[in-house]
């Protein structure tokens, strides 16, 4: 019955809100029109597979009847297809894009479910610890409204200033792969509903404030975890069925809109991503800098973290700047340079990062230059971006690669190492790497395949799917030039290289090595 939906108008004749910039009235009208005919059930299993919880069978069948003589299917939706939706009043099927940009705004929300967390249940040992999902009521909508009511109050008065009201650049990740415009997110602030927003404008404005009072550093740390609680207070959030837990936004290096968002709790001391945790990851990185420890292999082969009795000394130096021009440092005067290289174009890092950026400069640009800019700097951000470099990107990826490296090459010392790591799902990007690092005056050393920090679980559905493992590289600068040979010739070598390699890596795929991962190892030492 909910599903049905409702006329986009109120009884009066006046327009339903419910969307970002919509009046607060307009907004209680389509609170109340949603929550007449909403009723949540909540039957947790898998259809057709038992599950076991707490010793307990749960096996989900395909349809549930209620007392009432009600019967539901567990296996039906209102999504027959990515991308899609089934109007429930005339059975039409609609893309969601098209119904999204009919509107010219960002499509309206209602709270459906709430995630609920009682203690007595988890005494008792209930099915799922203690938690479960019910409906909102009249007093969870009063409370979203007070919310709607004080952002109106205050966002243009006492918070004006504290949260980003710019526009989404033109860009690859934001207009072109991923087109959000169209759903209406033609602003950094619609990102977010208006509860959220108040909430990180508030606490922006606070961090501010505590930054006159405390030393500049607690004021900066506060920032990082006001970054970190960006990515999981906003409405590109969802519901992570295979973990059963927020998944936050950049789960996925995209802007990809979303049709059932998450919206965290401010206060909890549950759940992930809330703001205690984002706080605390903080204070945790203070306490281990201050008494570090690290793990140690018992006898039995276990794990024992011990403390080292060696305290972090904070020496390092942060300098704002590009890559491919190291003025400030001496040529053969360091033992390691360790890079983090762009990976063609998967990933657009400097629009990805203007999410974070529009927020941060808020707090920093009166007293760092480097963020006066309305977004982040992205002229010599080495990736390739057809919108920025439309006549060839690979060419100006390579280029600015090889530059680099070749300023790498310039400040290490004859024995020094360049280190980075690197993966990718097609050939091209990994050759361009290998012509690039020969160009810059190094030898390609050894190469070391290692589970990378985005590894998933079975069922996984975000972040690296099919690869889990990256290919550190490990580089020494030529100091001689070594005899010339062609690239004919050097394919022989590789396909020599893969040939043997092949049988070796392809043994251990019934331990779960999936077929990406063993080409990402070939390649890595085929190079």
């Excluded at 929300?109 to 009682?118: H, K, L, N």
């Excluded at 007093?139 to 526009?167: M, N, Y």
């Excluded at 690290?294 to 704002?320: H, K, W, Y």
Aim: glycine share 8%; hydrophobic share 40%.
């Amino acid at each position: 019955e909910w599903l049905a939906g409702s006329p986009g108008v109120a009884e009066d004749g006046t327009e339903l809100g419910g969307y970002i910039d919509a009046p607060v009235e307009a907004t209680e009208k389509w609170y109340r029109e949603r929550l007449k005919n909403l009723r949540l059930i909540e039957v947790r299993g898998k259809v057709g597979e038992a599950s076991t919880e707490h010793g307990q069978s749960q096996t989900l069948p395909e349809t549930i009847a209620l007392s009432s003589g009600v019967i539901f299917h567990t296996t039906c939706g209102t999504m027959p297809a990515d991308g899609e939706f089934v109007c429930q009043a005339c059975g039409q099927r609609n893309a969601v894009l098209g119904a999204a940009e009919a509107t010219g705004r960002v499509l309206p929300e209602f709270p459906y479910a709430i995630q609920v967390y009682e203690l007595g249940r988890d005494d008792t040992q209930q099915p799922y610890g203690g938690r479960f999902f019910r409906a909102p009521t009249e007093r969870d909508i009063q409370r979203v409204l007070a919310a709607c009511r004080d952002w109106a109050a205050r966002c243009s008065v006492t918070l004006s200033g504290f949260w980003p009201t710019s526009e989404v650049p033109y860009g690859n990740r934001t207009h072109v792969r991923d087109p959000i415009y169209r759903h209406g997110y033609t602003h950094w602030s619609r990102m977010f509903n208006a509860r959220q927003l108040f909430g990180l404008a508030t606490l922006n404005r606070a961090i501010q404030a505590i930054g006159m009072a405390v030393p500049r550093p607690v004021r900066d740390q506060a920032l990082g975890a006001f970054l970190q609680y960006l990515r999981n207070q906003n409405i590109f959030c969802i519901w992570d069925i295979g973990y059963d837990k927020l998944a936050p936004l950049f789960s996925n290096n995209n802007y990809n809109p979303k049709l059932r968002t998450i919206e965290n709790n401010w206060f909890s001391v549950l759940g992930r991503g809330n703001w205690l945790a984002c706080a605390g990851k903080i204070t945790e990185a203070l306490e281990w800098a201050a008494a570090p420890r690290e793990p140690f292999i018992t006898a039995d082969g276990g794990t024992l973290l011990m403390r080292t009795n060696e305290p972090i000394r904070l020496q390092a130096s942060v300098v704002q700047g590009t890559a491919t021009d190291l003025a400030g440092v001496t040529a053969g005067s360091l033992d390691l340079v360790i890079t983090d290289p762009p990976f063609g174009d998967l990933i657009d890092y400097a629009e990805l990062a203007d999410f974070f950026y529009v927020w941060l400069r808020l707090a920093l640009a009166a007293e760092h230059q480097c963020f006066a800019p309305e977004y982040t700097p992205k002229s010599m951000e080495i990736v390739a971006n057809p919108v920025r470099n439309p006549e060839d990107p690979e060419a100006v990826y390579g280029s600015l690669l090889t530059a680099a490296w070749a300023e790498s090459h310039r400040v290490l010392k004859p024995g020094g190492i360049l280190a980075f790591t690197f993966h990718h799902s097609e050939d091209e990007p990994w050759l361009m790497v290998l012509k690039s690092l020969l160009d810059a005056g190094f030898y390609l050393e050894a190469t070391y395949p290692i589970r990378s920090d985005e590894t998933k679980g079975e069922g996984a559905e975000f972040g690296a799917k099919k690869i889990e493992y990256d290919i550190i590289h490990v580089c020494r600068k030529r100091l001689e030039e070594p005899t010339p040979v062609s690239w004919p010739k050097m394919r022989q070598w590789v396909k020599g290289e893969l040939a043997r390699l092949r049988p070796v890596l392809e043994s251990y795929r019934s331990r779960g090595l999936s077929d990406a991962d063993i080409r990402v190892i070939l390649r890595g030492k085929a190079l």
